[in-house]
């Protein structure tokens, strides 16, 4: 069956590191999506792609960066992590940006202290 | 700017106990207007997109409707199986996506 993963699933580090959390589909899928979710703030998203070597900011994508070097995976690196982004991070990928359908992974836990 | 507020923030039911959850929303171009499921420790989990006023869906004890400025989500006769956070999101034409803070629901047997 196809689905989408993510690694670790949970990870502590320390403020100034970088970090890069993995995603990875097997559905095929041309689009992808990296959200946080914080109490209060629900689901906000990071950046997104629209297929192999495209990348777009979302509406929180400072101090986060992605590449899209294949259809399956969309690695998204934090270059220099700081406290404010500990965090819930999920990855989603989608058929039909027009459909709203999008196929979650089951998180990523992470703490910078 | 492009909005999504969920109600209540919580609700506890008791089993069979029949209530509906909202989502108001302002946006300057709606395509598409949905709801997820998401269970503890998981991933969120879609359930509905819905795209224009006056626009139902269903899916078990589940139905989702749409007016010009807000849906709801009807829950009849639910089960302790239906403890969930729903979330409510837009897609205001630019696909980026925007997600209200969710709606937690107890069911009790």
């Known amino acids: 069956d196809a689905e989408i993963t993510q690694s670790p699933r949970h990870k502590i580090t320390e403020t100034g590191r970088q970090v890069t959390l993995a995603c990875h589909q097997t559905?095929?899928?041309?689009?992808m999506f990296w959200y946080r979710q914080d109490l209060g703030h629900g689901l906000r998203l990071i950046h997104y792609s629209y297929g192999v070597q495209d990348t777009n900011k979302g509406e929180v994508s400072d101090g986060y960066s992605v590449s899209r070097s294949n259809t399956e995976d969309l690695p998204l690196t934090l270059e220099s992590a700081a406290s404010s982004q500990t965090s819930v991070y999920f990855c989603a990928s989608s058929e039909s940006l027009t459909a709203n359908e999008q196929f979650f992974g089951p998180g990523t836990r992470l703490t910078v202290l | 700017e492009d909005q999504v507020t969920q109600s209540p923030e919580a609700l506890r039911l008791q089993e069979g106990e029949s209530s509906s959850l909202n989502c108001s929303y302002t946006?300057?171009?709606?395509?598409?207007l949905f709801w997820y499921r998401q269970d503890p420790g998981k991933g969120p989990e879609f359930l509905f997109t819905?795209?224009?006023a006056g626009e139902e869906k269903e899916k078990e004890r589940l139905k989702a409707t749409l007016t010009k400025k807000e849906s709801f989500l009807h829950i009849t006769a639910p089960k302790p199986e239906d403890s969930a956070t729903y979330l409510c999101?837009?897609?205001?034409?630019?696909?980026?996506?925007?997600f209200g803070t969710g709606t937690r629901l107890k069911v009790l047997a």
């Open positions: 946006v300057s171009g709606l395509r598409g």
């Open positions: 559905w095929n899928h041309n689009n």
């Open positions: 819905l795209y224009s």
């Open positions: 999101g837009v897609n205001p034409g630019t696909y980026k996506y925007i």
